[in-house]
């Protein structure tokens, strides 16, 4: 069974800062693509990051220089370092892995993250 589940979301100032985890099981760990998507409410899922199997990242413009995106292979677990928060960064984040042989996505469900003095 797969399962994706993430933590450390929660409240934080702006200016602050948060670590998220996403601790994979169930799957080949280094087969996956991995990323953070966000939801904020009444907007639409939006990819954060992704990382590939080789290290390869892609960032949205907004996080970049902020957010860092790593990956533990003994672990199966892959990390959110996110610095100077923002309250756009406001929103539900959650867990992704994908893999396209065989067409495989799997999602976490999600951990809220609230920036807000």
């Known amino acids: 069974q797969v399962q994706l589940v993430e933590s450390g979301g929660g409240l934080v100032q702006p200016g602050g800062s948060l670590r998220l985890s996403c601790a994979a099981s169930?799957?080949?760990?280094?087969?996956?693509?991995m990323a953070w998507y966000r939801q904020a409410p009444g907007k639409q899922r939006e990819l954060v990051v992704d990382?590939?199997?080789?290290?390869?990242?892609n960032y949205l413009d907004s996080v970049k220089g902020r957010f860092t995106i790593s990956r533990d292979y003994a672990k199966k677990t892959v990390y959110l370092q996110m610095n100077i928060l923002r309250p756009e960064d406001t929103a539900v984040y959650y867990c992704?892995?994908?893999?396209?042989?065989?067409?495989?996505?799997?999602w976490g469900r999600g951990t809220q993250v609230t920036v807000s003095s």
């Open positions: 992704n892995a994908k893999r396209n042989l065989g067409k495989l996505e799997y």
């Open positions: 990382i590939t199997s080789g290290g390869n990242t």
């Open positions: 169930g799957v080949l760990f280094s087969e996956f693509g």
